[in-house]
């Protein structure tokens, strides 16, 4: 019951990251929405105990936008290798390189795949 209790809780978390998007995040979704590069990304998806900011299952792919909180951030590096050991490779982008240069970001995730 606790697993199903954390794991509701991770959704409904999820569902109101997509509803309170970042400006970021707003911008590099339209960017990765429909198909980018043959390739389906999802938006705030649960991924263990964390949830994901886009996330790509063919590509193993997992892309986060962050703000200046994440600088040097050790429970950014417990995530990622969490996230890495699951199989996932992980994108980090910062806000303001989303918001001033949305299509070199495009083409960094065009070139990305599996590891």
Known sequence: MRVLAAMTKRTTRARTLRRNSTEAETILWQVIRNNHAGAKFRC????GPYIADFLCHDLKLIVEVDGGQHCENEKDEIRTKYLNKLGFKVIRFWN????DNP????STLTHAGPR
């Open 96 to 99: 303001n390189d989303v918001v």
């Open 44 to 47: 705030h998806v649960p991924v």
């Open 103 to 106: 299509e070199d970001i495009a």
